[in-house]
């Protein structure tokens, strides 16, 4: 078996807590099925244990200097810039990605950490003008003890889009990172530790999510849930939150949609969205999902997606000749294949993909491209959150609007064409957090990233990720 160096355990109190006296959640390896090592979960008293460490970690962090706290951000970043090898290594063997996309991974979630440094700095109010003798002030506060459940798919980023706010903005923080993908989590928890954070602002728990969550939530103590995570999920925990008027950063699934229109560069686009599609096995919240092709260069848009993607080479991450690992986990592969199912027997053609592929053992499902997939078929309205493209056409710009619009989901959208009066219109017109035109590109430290309609609210990265981590304060004084 392939040596997984996940060390594993809590972080409460600044100190790690192994097995001893919990229970464990196997880690698995999605490319085998094998299990590398045992996960210990958080008791009730352990949870107990880190809200009290938070309290006390928030009360120091909070009147730390912004520029100590800096130091810190910059520190964990070299670290884990440092490191990243190892860890790129540790993701792919939990998570399943090929390593060079683990290692791009770790490359952005280290620049964040260096772009919240610079913000740490920066969180400033107002002060407003009044007669001789008074003053009005608006401060900006750190909002109090986070609490972070993040999901599996980016097992460093998710943890850093999480602790990098909070930190920089001197809130302390309880997260929960997946347990699948724990000794990620870790290693990034390391990085922290290891760059000096003072014991108690970051505790890192595993265990029964909902055990966990309710525990949190329904404490006093926290002041903000922060969650990455599928629709469903998201909403059980607003509804939580909602008890104690709780200040949320909501995270949630998307159904990406693609408006290929007919004067776009036909080539340069098929290579970049069928590149974009499979990354991390199409295991991505802002994955182009739904293509929607103008009728004038459908035929040759699908038949071009289907050829590229028939030539991906699928297999063991660790692999360096591997373009797509296996899927994360036994639930996704399940899932693909009973969207894939319900729509080839609501009538949808398989240009290629729609099985296991040949692999013999693991967490696979080959890369699948889909046509003439019915509006009512499952896959059309349900997240996939895996290998599948779906490519419809569409004849007029409204047409392709309307449909782009369809979904409860507003999270990433992509749109293909030369015209400058039809690329503003759609920046205006389509329904999502983020678009990209002419462009697969989303995520930089320094752009806001988030939904809206049921794909969540409030942002992470940029000043709008320090800012969803801060309370007003406004002062009259006379
Ligand atoms: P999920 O919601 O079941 O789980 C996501 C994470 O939340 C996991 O780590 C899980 O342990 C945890 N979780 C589950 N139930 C919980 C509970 N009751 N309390 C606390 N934590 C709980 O989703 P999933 O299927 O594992 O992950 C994929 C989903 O996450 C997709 O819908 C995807 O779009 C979404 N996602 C969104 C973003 C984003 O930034 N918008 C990023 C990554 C993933």
Redesign the pocket.
């Known amino acids: 078996m392939t040596e997984y160096k996940g060390k594993l355990g809590l972080y409460i109190g600044g100190e790690w807590l192994n097995s001893d006296g919990r229970d464990t959640q196997d880690v698995l390896n999605p490319a085998t099925g094998e299990t590398h090592a045992g996960l210990p979960m958080a008791t009730s008293d352990d949870l107990d244990k880190a809200l009290e460490a938070t309290q006390r970690g928030f009360a120091e962090w909070r009147s730390t200097a912004p520029v100590e706290r800096a130091a810190v951000l910059t520190k964990a970043a070299s670290l884990l810039r440092a490191r990243g090898d190892e860890i790129a290594r540790i993701a792919t063997l939990e998570q399943g990605k090929p390593t060079a996309e683990a290692k791009g991974e770790i490359t952005l979630a280290a620049g964040l950490l260096d772009f919240h440094a610079g913000e740490a700095q920066r969180i400033y109010g107002r002060v407003l003008p009044r007669p001789t003798g008074s003053r009005s002030l608006v401060l900006k506060q750190p909002v109090g003890p986070v609490a972070a459940?993040?999901?599996?798919?980016?097992p460093v980023l998710?943890v850093v889009?999480k602790l990098g706010p909070a930190v920089a903005s001197g809130c302390s923080i309880i997260i929960?990172?997946?347990?699948?993908t724990a000794g990620s989590a870790i290693e990034v928890m390391r990085c922290f530790q290891d760059a000096g954070l003072p014991a108690n602002v970051v505790q890192m728990v595993f265990g029964v999510?909902?055990t966990?969550?309710?525990h949190l939530l329904s404490s006093s103590v926290t002041r903000k849930l922060s969650?990455?995570?599928?629709?469903?999920?998201?909403k059980?925990?607003l509804k939580l939150a909602a008890d104690t008027v709780m200040k949320s950063t909501?995270?949630?699934?998307?159904h990406g949609p693609v408006l290929v229109f007919d004067d776009c560069d036909l080539e340069i686009t098929l290579d970049l969205l069928v590149a974009n599609k499979f990354r991390n096995a199409g295991?991505?919240?802002?994955?182009p999902t739904r293509f929607y092709v103008q009728d004038a260069v459908y035929e040759r848009f699908a038949q071009g997606f289907a050829e590229r993607t028939g030539r991906i080479k699928v297999g063991e991450g660790l692999d360096n000749s591997t373009q797509m690992g296996p899927m994360a986990?036994p639930?996704?592969v399940t899932g693909i294949n009973e969207l894939v199912n319900d729509a080839r027997s609501a009538g949808a053609r398989i240009l290629t993909g729609g099985d296991h592929g040949n692999q013999g053992r693991g967490f696979f499902y080959s890369p699948t491209v889909m046509t003439d997939v019915p509006l009512t078929a499952r896959a059309m309205n349900e997240?996939p959150?895996g290998p599948l493209a779906l490519i419809s056409p569409f004849a007029t710009v409204e047409e392709g609007i309307e449909q782009a619009n369809r979904l409860p989901f507003g999270?990433a959208a992509y749109c293909f064409t030369e015209n400058g009066r039809l690329q503003n219109r759609l920046a205006e017109e389509v329904e999502a957090g983020m678009i990209a035109i002419n462009n697969v590109a989303l995520s930089a430290p320094d752009s806001p990233?988030?939904?809206m309609k049921e794909?969540?609210f409030g942002s992470?990265d940029g000043p709008e990720g320090i800012e969803a981590h801060l309370v007003i304060k406004t002062v009259h004084i006379k």
Do not use: Y
């Not at 969650?227 to 998201?234: L, M």
């Not at 295991?283 to 994955?287: N, R, T, W």
């Open positions: 459940f993040c999901a599996w798919n980016f998710n889009r929960k990172p997946s347990e699948e999510p909902d966990i969550s309710r969650f990455t995570g599928s629709v469903p999920v998201g059980h925990l909501m995270e949630l699934g998307g295991q991505v919240c802002i994955s986990n639930r996704g997240e959150f999270l990233f988030g939904g794909s969540g992470e």
